[in-house]
């Protein structure tokens, strides 16, 4: 019976073992051999051609002399939208970089009418202070209190982003801005609308 018994057990393992050997060969066949990583393709090297070498990247950039081939400055300005509710900040180009520049470009881009200048500027404090003629005045009365706020604040944002400054006080001939709602003798802040 012990036999028997070891015979049995024998043959077991026996079954078992050809059962994992199949197992694995199976395994193994249906599997797709490894690829071996291919070499980097080089385009070949005529004799007396000099190999090229990519360009070296400089530390500190070198800016073009004129980054805006339009002949301007590049410059941001806040213009209206469509319903002449909210100011929203658009590119723009500028003859140069002096303040009637960026009113020419808030003028060009129908933010501000024709014939607005700039009389004056001087910075204070964080506080540009822009006295403004007074066509810039009579648009300023001339328009409802959407439209009021629209030109005041498409120049005070406009100049707080080019300037850097922190606030803006606007003047006309010299006297405080009068809207004929509002006397602006304080420094606006940039506008969120």
Request: charged share 20%; hydrophobic share 35%.
């Amino acid at each position: 019976m012990k036999k028997k018994r070891v015979l049995i057990i024998a043959v077991v393992a026996a079954v078992v073992a050809l059962i994992a050997a199949a197992c694995i060969y199976g395994y193994l066949s249906g599997r797709k051999p490894e690829e071996e990583p291919k070499p980097p393709v080089t385009e070949p090297v005529a004799p007396n051609k000099p190999v090229e070498q990519p360009p070296s990247k400089p530390e500190n950039p070198v800016q073009p002399e004129n980054p805006n081939p339009s002949g301007g400055e590049p410059v941001v300005v806040y213009v209206p939208d469509e319903q002449g509710e909210t100011l929203t900040p658009v590119g723009a180009s500028a003859e140069d970089d002096s303040d009637q520049a960026l009113v020419d470009a808030l003028i060009a881009s129908n933010s501000l009418p024709d014939g607005v200048e700039v009389q004056s500027s001087k910075t204070e404090n964080g506080v540009l202070t822009l006295d403004m003629n007074a066509a810039y005045g009579d648009a300023v009365r001339s328009s409802g209190s959407t439209g009021e706020n629209m030109l005041i604040y498409s120049l005070v944002n406009t100049f707080i982003q080019a300037r850097g400054v922190d606030k803006i006080l606007i003047t006309v001939d010299g006297a405080p801005l009068e809207s004929g709602h509002e006397i602006y003798d304080y420094p606006l802040e940039m506008s969120g609308n």
